[in-house]
């Protein structure tokens, strides 16, 4: 049996296919829900002053400095209205820039701008996403902590915003409730113990993964070292709280500092020794960066 | 025949039915979206940890000032889980607060603790333009100007942000490309003037509706009144050039002032004589309110 | 093991799940259709000028001669809206009459107002079918001959049209191309034969079944009884040509009259001695019967 | 920046997307929902009797007198079974004519046979609809007045309908709930009068858009001329009742003629000086037009 | 008329159009729902170890001796992923082999790999119905009686397991509950006997179609003959109870067996001489037949 | 914060809630297409002859010996079709037995009639799992290692096998392929080699996860471990080559034996001193266990 895996020149650098999101049924979902939204019964502009076969080329713009993400979710927007839209970036996924253009769009006229506003809707916030990553990303650069995302997302673009997030820099923590075992306070409440719960964990999930502990204090880390965890999520520590737990850690279990970090605390948090640092404002408050979308 | 209406104490003030909500099949699909994205295959955790049979009761508090919106997407968010949880508002939608509870829980431990996320992530966000709506809608205070939103909306929430954008104070701008003609450059170019695209509105769409313009100068005004429009956006222009239009119009349109405003300038925007200030920014930068879900 | 099926008073007589509809996907997804494509982003003046806690009652009055159809659908569609809201029927499913009220609402009077126009537009539709349905099986009563419906229909309703037509006293042929073997002239002169495609037919389906072929004369006719039909669909014969085959055919197949058939005729074609009379009227261009609905 | 919006050859005339059609959600619905109760688990005449590898041609041929309207649909109906069927059409969409090819298709028989009767119930009931919007066009022509339908459609299709209203020839009233305010007899007794209703839906509703009130007498025209409505619907008038409510209105506001208005005495409704007359009939009451398909 | 069908090239002669599946609404979303369970959120690791413009081939091969059944559907479940992929194959669907090639694929190496356990999970699967059938209806080969299955298939497959028991050789019987009218125990008890069950069965079901009922006796055979059965099941019969069933009978019934019937005892329940002989196992105990996909 | 967690007697032992089914989309929607495919149209026999407002009892009894498995899947199949319908398990889920009652149901005996098949449908294959399940576990009862199950389970029913294997009470492998990582010689292939592999997924995939790497030898097993990864599958290897990679492991990994394995082999394997044995035929090949539900 002999490979015979051989490059493809078919899917262009910066496709939905490449970027793994074409496939993906939740981003079909949402765009299929941002469509509907926009468009309900149709476009009654386009319709009465755009003639069903003229055809148009359009360049969308980035007119503020930081990342560009989502292109390909911008193709997908178009691809839904109409597949004969072709879209070519000509900036790179993921490329920091400002005031350029970033991709090329030829096809029926009705679909382009038709689509416009809900494709630009997605790159806004995904480009804003990616920015912060990026920003985060190379606060720690050299650190030894690693950056990771929450669950604070917006509610239908979990999957895009983790996409940005990885474009930007960072890195992704859980992507869902059955992704991973996190027991945080409540849990440990209700199960009665911090090793009641994890034993409880151990044995009612599949054996193979890691399970978390999350804990306000070094007796919890103590405990939750002792009842087997193999990451401990540090709650809302200071720095000085961060570097007590790594010593007591002394490399048993990994760490991660969650809570009360911003991108003006990070580089601190970053060389406390943990190994994760997780920030929910990549993702709830990155503020969209402006594209446009320009006929002719 | 005698009218019988009388009211019932059925629906308490804040339910999803008092606002609109819960009948609106967008509300269900982004709910329904939203949950599927974070539980996956099940909620590894609280599975292992909780017991199927427990109840809890749990709060959920604002940690910063703002404008309280989204209790009724919360309601829905844990309806979804398990009609069950019971979910009572402490505090008014709509009202402004900081570090507060606005509402208490109680129902199967499970169904709040797998829904926590899902539930925050929605109220954090519409708290977030309620608020920014009404800081706009108190800036515009008596200057004769209303404050509409845009189309610059998050994928998949329309509606809900556009109730967020009322419930803080402001009004809601076209709910979609369906919903009004608002013929802009494109459009223009592509019918070959404003006089064209003017009169293909207005052969070709429903007969009863307004037919809105853009345009970038006091002669595209000029012709677009002539053309017959009834509302004209005119497009980032400073606030002589917003009073020249007013003054060029003299009544015989309303005028739209949009593209280049942020709060900084509302103000002045409003006072120029424009009946409309669109911003954008009430939806696509509004930033999260940060909100806690807690057990106990 | 004892028999204890009871009777059980809890579905009145005309409820959904009494006439089978209420379990019905694909009535459910007609339902969901209708009012979503009445609905929209929502029900706009209702919103506005009715309290979201007021109550009202209401009634549907018939305002033409007919038989009344399609109260169930009526409870469907309001239930859609708000299961809150009570039909209460007044007049009979199936029976004849004329500026009568036929059914009480009562409940939420936002549900009710919002779903009235699609209640009706069922309500009429339905009943204007079994009307047809009714005159149709009153000139063929005594004549020995069944009156059928066929697959002209209203899309996305044939379930609902076909419970119509029972209501008015005839009944069904085929409720879709999976439901029983029909072999047209088309058919025919693609397998080569009626010889060819009946034997085609009785080894390629299911062997429970039985097998129609249309013919168009005698000696056709004779082709399909020696290939073995089951029932023989004469097209487009007159009377002559009607008893001319029931003659031929001589109890060995059943015969179904087709094709010119109206009810100016119907009572001839009934007394030929064919088996079944198909009529596509029943459901293609039967009128709306009028209803109203008033608040109060 | 330059145009660059050129026609393009690709989609012919009366494709589905020339009209709008293709890319409508609930169009793509109603089209699945007709062919899923159809065809069921399959159709199984065809596949006896048809060949997998058969390919035909057939002929849409219109059998009665009237407007040929929902080719664009047809087309959609094939493709939905089987992208490879083409359908070419050979008299214009919108044109009168009788006993006449109208399209010819080619492609694989087994999905041009499974899917003859879904696509030409759509078409036989649209082209009735053009049809009776044809007469009502050419009736009111040069008597001023608008002809509007109403929201008595058949439900799931009432775009395609009101499509068929436009391509007759009249015009379309709301397409929806939320595509307007009208405020009827039942929301003026739950908002406590004219004045109050109309002025809940100026504060509640988006501040760009029409109010339009029923009335049924002068006093209530003038209450709603007071209270500031665009148009007012006068219910249920006869011909001198129009002209008084067009002579007391001298131009305030638009009138729209409605209730009790057949093609008997539109011409004289028309003739009143209002400016918009609706007719239910349109749609709830247009025959089927006779159409068929043959192989060959 | 001339008839113009022609055999084309374009379906090859497994391809899921030529089964008649690829069509078929249920196929496609069983489908859909084996690829999203085993999907998630994507392929981690082949998104994270595969380049996403890598080509692969790769073969099916049959590891276990058998009836090859399920190729079709692989070729979709592949479709559904990237249209791009190709499946030729090279066994006959239908074929008894054992170690040998079935069918190469090419195409991107992401969705080959991606997609290999969904397809082989469905081939695997019907291959061995296809197999238990085949060796049923060689047993009973040259006995007169035809094996049918049942309704105790898989959850959501029974479509492509009744495929699987035609490739093998043996025959359906219903497809389900709406496809023909079989009264059995309960049935009977319900209305009260056998002849109120034939009666009520014949006055509210559709007319054309045929009337089966269940028995346990002589008696009741009497009673079901009596009451104008079509074909009657004799439940949990041995072979002489068979035998005198048949001999009762005379031919004015079909009969079928049912009940306790096992390859072991098939070939003397078939030379009873009743009409059919349905076996559940042919569906619900078929072990899976073993397939693998390698690459290269 | 005081915790208030305290049981509630509301939902039953064996409820679809307990065991967390009822909230799971993929269940809800294989129950939805199964009852789809029987019920098509509506079950004809049951609507003839039971009375739509008769209630019935009934139970559902276990025919051969094994493991219940299941039973709250009946319980929401019944409840898919009418909420009313109550089903009270007498034997617990997970109990081994033969020859009795297992649950009473009561309600509308339509409900009970139409959904019998399709509840059996699910409960004879969950019971088979499960059976097959609890064989596998007492085999290895002391022995060391775990048994887990596989992705080869039947297409649609994922969810509901892998819990049919903890009742049984073995343990779940990945529940997809976004659920962990596991290097397959095609993508070690792919990639390059293993250190490569392990290297790109170390890289690429979410920081929190183990990362699993399928071997064929010893050389290959000393690279997977220098690489780093977590868990290796020794693939097709002898109880001898097993031991031996267990002594080359010497518990710097865990190691899970993978293919050929049977329940006769099974305590050879698991006493070798791996970690793991996975075992496909848990799912692809265990028989139905034979149920029945009596009406009575």
């Not at 950056?147 to 930007?168: I, N």
């Not at 540090?234 to 007591?248: E, K």
Request: aromatic share 2%; hydrophobic share 45%; glycine share 12%.
């Amino acid at each position: 049996m002999t490979a015979t895996m051989t490059p493809t020149t078919a899917p262009p650098a910066l496709s939905p296919a490449a970027v793994g999101l074409g496939q993906n049924g939740a981003v079909r979902e949402i765009i299929r829900l941002a469509l509907a939204e926009d468009l309900g019964r149709g476009d009654l502009t386009t319709e009465a002053t755009v003639a069903p076969d003229a055809t148009a080329t359009a360049e969308i713009r980035q007119k503020a400095p930081g990342v560009l993400c989502g292109l390909p979710v911008a193709e997908l927007v178009f691809a839904a209205l109409d597949p004969r839209v072709r879209v070519t970036p000509v900036a790179e996924e993921g490329s920091w820039g400002d005031g350029r253009p970033v991709a090329r769009i030829a096809g029926p006229a009705r679909a382009i701008l038709s689509g416009e506003r809900t494709a630009l809707n997605f790159v806004q916030r995904l480009s804003g996403v990616a920015t912060a990553s990026r920003r985060a990303a190379e606060i720690v650069a050299g650190a030894g902590a690693t950056v990771l995302d929450t669950r604070k997302t917006t509610p239908g673009q979990r999957v895009l915003e983790k996409y940005a997030v990885r474009v930007g820099g960072c890195r992704n923590h859980r992507a869902g409730l059955d992704d991973g075992i996190l027991i945080k306070e409540n849990h440990i409440r209700a199960a009665g113990g911090i090793t009641a719960a994890v034993g409880a964990a151990r044995r009612r999930t599949p054996p193979m993964g890691l399970v978390e502990v999350e804990v306000t204090d070094l007796a919890e880390l103590d405990e939750a070292i002792a009842a087997g965890a193999d990451v401990v999520l540090v709650d809302n520590a200071d720095p000085d709280g961060l570097r007590a737990a790594v010593a007591r850690a002394a490399g048993r279990v990994r760490l991660e500092a969650s809570g009360g970090v911003t991108l003006a605390n990070l580089a601190e948090v970053a060389r406390t020794g943990v190994d994760y640092v997780s920030l929910g404002a990549l993702t709830h408050s990155a503020g969209a960066l402006d594209f446009s979308l320009l006929v002719g």
